[in-house]
């Protein structure tokens, strides 16, 4: 059964009067339930604006966005839930009040919210900081709050912006690994965008390859190496024939863009 | 990291007492400063009674006056003013402030409005609040809750208004109804402008009411000092002038104390996590 679906998905911004910007264009995707879909592209290729379309938190400029069937007009958490690329707590509510946001939101009893946040926060390895202001944290945890704000509403897919952005390569494929395993059992859909190659084909099933601005799928991958995985996996021959038809793919998209500057110079 | 955080607080707070000190010194100085310009003007500098009564004079006016009835009559009935005008001022401004924030269309029509409203003199219209009002209690709170509504408003607006889209954002992500956004995320992002809007708030509303006393009352501490001066009762005047500033002084701080900033998740403020609070005046 399918989850998500995009269809001919289109996205243009207007930046100034009369002046139109493609962030993305010709975007056709399935999430099947269950399924894990990872999508990498060049800076700036409209992979958080696909995203967003996915949740509803923007409208597309062309195509549609189904979800079990139904267009998706406006965000609904408890189908979809979001970790955005910049975390986006809210400084002025403690950890474990931000975790509980989304069911506070929901109308959901005292005793409910505090519960439930904190399991999702033990979840992220964060128990101890529930009274903690989200400034007292540094960059990854805060990130990681971010995922058990998103995982507290037990959402059919979780669209995850590059939640693992800011911790450094070690933390990233041990939290990652956990998380991802965790989530497998959960019948959890998820949507992850990630700069790494690695994290790319760890977490996926499916992965989304996306051109240099105006944004389109310039390949899909399929990853299928069995679940439960574990991070030996990274040693196999299948990731890492992936790994260099990805790194091929995405320096291609460089290089195409990189004599622009040299040819505008000097 | 915790270790040296707290260190670093620490140093943080041994400076900040040892600038508090000096603070103190200073002030002191500038008070003696004023009291001896004081006793020199009314001794040898020879400045006329009219003008600026002999210090002790002034202080004994002020002994006389607070074993009087009429005085604490008078003084109940401007504390009484002041806080039920910063009441309104404060529930009316804010309460608007929220509902005019919740459309671009309204908030924009609007904040110019509230923006000239706190810019003009509203004692202008003072003689009018007289007039529909009446001389009593009424027309001071009419007046003062009018000229504090303005700041009020005008700051809670602004403040929601300049709300980060990405909090915003993250509300309708996840599914935020329009009072959780108000309550949830529009105040807790502009939490420090309203607060500035109340304090200024705090300040207006005390004016406002002694002005109003003083122009046209029948009770009050200013009606009070309008009838020393009227009858040429100098050291009483300086005496309700300073026993006004006394009163003004407490009302500003136990407001401030009630309007400070919070950490979020705490019941009262406490003073160890802020110890800077007091300095930030
Ligand atoms: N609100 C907006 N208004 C105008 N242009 C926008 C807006 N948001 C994004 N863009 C533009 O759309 C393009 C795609 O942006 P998007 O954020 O989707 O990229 P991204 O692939 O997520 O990049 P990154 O990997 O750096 O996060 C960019 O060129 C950006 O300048
Ligand atoms: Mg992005």
């Known amino acids: 059964m399918t989850d998500l679906r995009v269809e001919g998905l289109q996205v243009a911004y207007e930046t100034r009067p009369g002046e139109r910007l493609v962030a993305c264009q010709d975007i056709s995707l399935t999430v099947a339930s269950g399924e894990f879909v990872t999508i990498i592209g060049p800076s700036g290729c409209g992979k958080s604006t696909v995203l967003h379309c996915m949740g509803g938190l923007l409208p597309p400029t062309q195509g549609r966005v189904l979800f079990g069937g139904d267009e998706v007009v406006q965000p609904n958490p408890h189908n979809a839930a979001f970790v955005f690329q910049d975390y986006s707590l809210f400084p002025w509510k403690n950890i474990l009040e931000n975790v509980g946001m989304g069911l506070t939101f929901a109308g959901a009893g005292k005793t409910e919210i505090a519960g439930k946040a904190a399991e999702k926060l033990d979840f992220v390895g964060l128990g101890e900081f529930a009274h903690a202001l989200p400034r007292e944290l540094s960059g990854g945890m805060q990130q990681r709050v971010a995922v058990a704000r998103a995982l507290a509403m037990e959402p059919r897919v979780l669209l995850m912006d590059e939640p693992f952005g800011a911790l450094d390569e070690q933390s990233r494929r041990t939290l990652g690994s956990d998380m991802a395993r965790i989530l497998e059992q959960t019948q959890r859909s998820v949507v992850l965008i990630t700069h790494s190659l690695d994290e790319a084909i760890f977490w996926a099933d499916r992965i989304i390859v996306m051109s240099a601005r105006p944004g389109t799928i310039i390949e899909e991958i399929e990853v299928k190496a069995p679940r439960p995985r574990d991070l030996s996996m990274m040693t196999e021959p299948e990731f890492q024939a992936i790994r260099v038809r990805l790194f091929d793919l995405i320096q291609l998209q460089q290089a195409k863009k990189a004599p622009q500057p040299l040819a505008g110079g000097r | 990291m915790a270790t040296t955080e707290s260190a670093f ?273």
Not at chain 2, 18 to 31: E, M, P
Not at chain 2, 41 to 70: D, H, K, M, R, W
Not at chain 2, 179 to 199: E, F, N, W
Not at chain 2, 238 to 247: D, S, T
């Open chain 2, 9 to 281: 607080r620490a140093r943080a707070f041994r400076a900040r007492a040892k600038h508090s000190s000096t603070v103190w010194a200073l002030r002191l100085l500038l008070l003696l400063i004023v009291v001896g310009a004081w006793l020199y003007g009314t001794g040898p500098g020879e400045i006329s009674f009219l003008i600026l009564p002999p210090l002790g004079e002034v202080f004994s006016a002020i002994g006389g006056l607070v074993t009087t009835q009429v005085f604490w009559t008078a003084l109940g009935v401007t504390v009484f003013e002041m806080l039920v005008a910063f009441l309104l001022a404060a529930v009316v401004g804010v309460s608007l402030g929220f509902f005019l924030s919740r459309t671009p269309l309204r908030a924009q029509a609007s904040e110019p409005l509230l923006s000239w409203g706190y810019m003009f003199p509203v004692v202008l219209l003072y003689p009018l609040f007289l007039l529909w009002v009446g001389v009593g209690i009424g027309s001071k709170i009419a007046y003062a809750a009018t000229a504090a509504f303005f700041p009020i408003a005008y700051n809670t607006l602004r403040g929601l208004r300049s709300v980060d889209e990405k909090y915003l954002k993250v509300g309708v992500a996840f599914g935020a109804s329009r009072l959780a956004t108000d309550r949830h995320i529009k105040a807790g992002a502009a939490r420090p402008m309203i607060l500035s809007g109340l304090r200024i708030g705090v300040s207006v509303v005390m004016i406002s009411v002694v002005l109003a006393e003083l122009l046209g009352s029948n009770a009050g501490l200013g009606y009070e000092l309008q009838r020393a001066a009227s009858t040429l009762r100098l050291p009483d005047e300086y005496g309700i002038a300073l026993l006004l500033l006394v009163v003004a002084v407490t009302l500003q701080r136990v407001l401030e104390l009630a309007l400070r900033p919070r950490r979020p998740g705490q019941k009262a403020p406490s003073r160890a996590t802020e110890p800077a609070a007091q300095l930030d005046e």
